[in-house]
Each structure stands twice: as structure tokens, then as C-alpha cells.
């Protein structure tokens, strides 16, 4: 089954209001990355995460990876409609060779 | 301008008919991998090679072939293809399991 998963599915926002989603880990991940993936378009590498409790801030996203590196959160603040897409998390569940994706947040914002 | 190519872009094809869809990358990547894209389930992998030679599978690989003749292109082939089988399919390249994905423009691929 799914072994990395993420929450919320959807999410609708107010241009302006802050967005947050969830990866959540059955197993210890050595990295994370998070990808965005626009409408009709393929997914873009965004960042990787590596170490224990580390947090990344690209302009006005904030990337964080939990201390036991099962879990990682992506977090935009002031949502513009240029957010608009689905945002993927992924890892090697394991410490394998697999590069496993979650299941995707897809966010809309509304002016 | 460095990229993943993948062809054909939209393929309709019928039950059974032997197909390839090809990816090439430019990027000297070693690391290529095939995903495929369903409502609801995200991306999954379908297989993956870490060089030339040296395939290994994914989280849902029946159905699906792939060969790493050379480090450039990874073709996927479906050798029998039915319904369950049309979905978009992305191929993606990286340096490594520990760098970024580069994902090609993706194949719509439909199977009546």
C-alpha cells in the first residue's frame, strides 16, 4: 500500500490566506523532496530536505522535515493564485532505491 | 537546454497492440525512472534504473518492460496493453536517488 501519504487531498483558499500540507512516512526517510505540479503540466522539482528537524524557506514557502524524518510539511504563506497546482511530497521509504511520491495536496486559490 | 523527452505526447491505441513509449534525456543522468499519474493515487513507479544495464522495479510494474541499453534513453513498453492501463505517464531523470527529478512533459495514453 501507499507508504508515504499526505493530508489534505484538496484545499481551497482566499488568495492571500496561508496553505499547509502534510507528509506523513509509514518508515524513516533518509530525504524528502517536495514537487509542484502546475494543471496540465508535469511535476517540478521544488527542494530536498536531509537532516533531523531541518527547515528550508524559498521566498514565501517554508519547508520543514520532522526530527524522526517521517513526516515533512510544506507551508505557504500569503497564497497567490500563482500557487495554484498540486504539491507532491517523496522519498525512499526504507532506505531503499525507490523514490516513492504521496499522494498530492491540490490547492486552489480564489481572488 | 536540458530536458526529458518523452514521445509520443498522446498515444489512443487498442487492447493487445504492442507499444513503446520512448524518453531520452540530455542531462548525463544515471538514474531514470517511469511513473505513471491516476485520479486519486498520485505518481507511481513503475520501474527504475540506477545505470546502464541495471533495471529494477517499482511499486507497480506488471504489465510494463523497460531496457537501459544506453544511459541516455529508457524506453517503457507494454507489450500486451489493456484498459487498466491508460493513465499519463511521466518519465523522470536524476543524478541520483538523492538529487531532484527531472520529469519529461508527460504521455497521455489511452487504451480502448
Known amino acids: 500500500g501507499q507508504q508515504v501519504m499526505q493530508i489534505p487531498q484538496y484545499q481551497h483558499v482566499q488568495e492571500g490566506e496561508d496553505f499547509t500540507t502534510y507528509c506523513n512516512s509509514s518508515?524513516?526517510?533518509?530525504?524528502i523532496q517536495w514537487y509542484k505540479q502546475r494543471p496540465g503540466g508535469h511535476p517540478v522539482f521544488l527542494i530536498q530536505?536531509?537532516?533531523?528537524?531541518e527547515v528550508k524557506k524559498q521566498k514565501r514557502l517554508t519547508f520543514q522535515f520532522g526530527e524522526a524524518k517521517k513526516n515533512s510539511s510544506l507551508h505557504i504563506t500569503a497564497t497567490q493564485t500563482t500557487d495554484v497546482g498540486t504539491y507532491f511530497c517523496?522519498?525512499?521509504?526504507?532506505?531503499?532505491?525507490?523514490?516513492?511520491f504521496g499522494t498530492g495536496t491540490q490547492l486552489k486559490v480564489e481572488l | 537546454e536540458a530536458q526529458v523527452t518523452q514521445n509520443p505526447r498522446y498515444l489512443i491505441t487498442v487492447t493487445g497492440k504492442k507499444l513503446t513509449v520512448t524518453c531520452s534525456q540530455n542531462?548525463?543522468?544515471?538514474?531514470m525512472s517511469w511513473y505513471r499519474q491516476d485520479p486519486g493515487l498520485g505518481l507511481r513507479q513503475i520501474y527504475y534504473?540506477?545505470?546502464?544495464?541495471?533495471?529494477d522495479k517499482g511499486d507497480v510494474p506488471e504489465g510494463y518492460k523497460v531496457s537501459r541499453k544506453e544511459k541516455r534513453n529508457f524506453p517503457l513498453i507494454l507489450e500486451s496493453p489493456s484498459p487498466n492501463q491508460t493513465s499519463l505517464y511521466f518519465c523522470?531523470?536524476?543524478?541520483?536517488?538523492?538529487?531532484?527529478?527531472?520529469f519529461g512533459s508527460g504521455t497521455r495514453l489511452t487504451v480502448v
Open positions: 542531462m548525463n543522468h544515471e538514474y
Open positions: 523522470a531523470s536524476s543524478r541520483g536517488l538523492t538529487w531532484g527529478y527531472t
Open positions: 530536505l536531509v537532516k533531523s528537524g
Open positions: 534504473s540506477m545505470n546502464v544495464e541495471v533495471t
Open positions: 518508515t524513516t526517510l533518509s530525504n
Open positions: 517523496a522519498g525512499p521509504p526504507g532506505g531503499g532505491n525507490k523514490l516513492t
